[in-house]
């Protein structure tokens, strides 16, 4: 198959850079434009290579990149580490933070240390149980979940830790938080993302949409209870490799919807097509769903197919490049492995 990134050999190298953090992501919420994030494993090795590589392929057509941190309990390079990596190369990061591993006391210094290091953009999460990844008799956390970590950074964003001591000077964090409209009760997830949102969160990023009447019916609702005005909402979108993935994330992934029909239809191509046929499947939903009320953007998970991004936003029009197109929903602020990728991310 043709590589989908031709112009591979010629991605400029990312430069060091420094200065205060930057606020790139909250201004394209602002900007009224279609926002696109991406999410980039941080990787198991200390050489950050291999990293700024995978990040300067999608640099240039999104806005921010995310950076897990021990997904599905299995250890990986800091993301903490990763996204201060990310921030000094001069590409705007988004950090998850994850109640699992650490207690509110060094989730608290974390989040300090996150912003000494220009990181002020998080993903406030749960995080996944340990018995899904490669260290089951390792000890769980949980002092906190994801709801009480969007009230922590809160109370720090306002110069105090918990314990009420001053911080001086506050540190300025931008807190995000994500929502599952795919996991049952279904009525409840919008209430659930509100309750979110009312703790703290300032934007918001969906699991992978591959149903979407369901992810409509959802949207509908966000937009009923007025949510899509507190918070800038992006939708996740996958691009499927081949009929195994599809496979796989219907039948092992807890709240990842994959309709029968898209599975056949996977199934229904040659294997030195599957790749083609995921990215139109991908650019397919994109476009149905692109002019959703209340709709902000959306967040690209390639599970380390970074070379496919650029392809993707290319044939959406979609990126930075399309500041003209403005999205229903990007006004909110004013107003207020593949298992790992996809199941922690939405606990």
């Keep these: 198959m043709p590589s989908l990134l031709p112009g591979a050999g010629s991605i400029r190298p990312l430069a060091p850079r420094s200065g205060p953090p930057t606020r790139r992501l909250e201004e394209a ?5 279609r926002v696109v994030t991406c999410e980039i494993a941080a990787g198991d090795s200390p050489d950050p290579a291999d990293l700024l590589e995978r990040v300067a392929i999608v640099r240039d057509v999104v806005d921010a990149v995310n950076l897990p941190d021990n997904t599905s309990g299995r250890a990986h390079l800091s993301g903490l580490a990763a996204a201060a990596i990310v921030a000094a190369a001069g590409v705007e990061p988004i950090l998850h933070v994850s109640c699992r591993d650490i207690n509110r006391i060094g989730l608290q210094s974390h989040l300090l240390g996150a912003a000494a290091l220009g990181v002020r953009n998080l993903l406030c999460l749960t995080g996944d149980h340990v018995v899904h990844g490669d260290h089951p008799e ?25 314990s009420g001591r001053a911080i001086e000077p506050a540190p300025d964090l931008f807190p995000g938080t994500t929502e599952n409209p795919f996991a049952p009760p279904h009525d409840f997830r919008p209430l659930r993302l509100r309750k979110k949102i009312e703790a703290g969160a300032r934007f918001v990023q969906t699991q992978i949409v591959f149903n979407v009447p369901r992810f409509r019916t959802f949207m509908q609702r966000v937009c009923d209870l007025g949510i899509d005005r507190q918070a800038p909402i992006l939708a996740g979108v996958s691009p499927l490799r081949s009929a195994r993935a599809a496979r796989y994330m219907r039948d092992r992934i807890p709240g990842v919807d994959v309709p029968e029909a898209l599975v056949r239809r996977m199934e229904g191509v040659a294997p030195a097509r599957a ?13 149905e769903i692109r002019d959703l009320p209340g709709l902000a953007g959306f967040h690209l998970m390639p599970i380390r197919w970074e070379a496919a991004v650029p392809e993707i936003v290319r044939r959406a029009g979609l990126g930075r490049a399309s500041a003209e197109a403005p999205a229903i929903g990007a006004g909110a602020l004013d107003a207020a492995g593949t298992s790992a990728v996809v199941r922690e991310r939405f606990t």
């Design 138 to 162: 390792a000890k769980p956390v949980f002092d906190l979940d994801s709801l009480q970590l969007l009230r922590l950074v809160g109370c720090l964003r306002t110069g105090r830790y918990l």
């Design 29 to 33: 919420f602002r900007s009224g434009r």
């Design 275 to 287: 790749e083609e046929e995921g990215i139109r499947i991908v650019v397919e939903i994109l476009e």
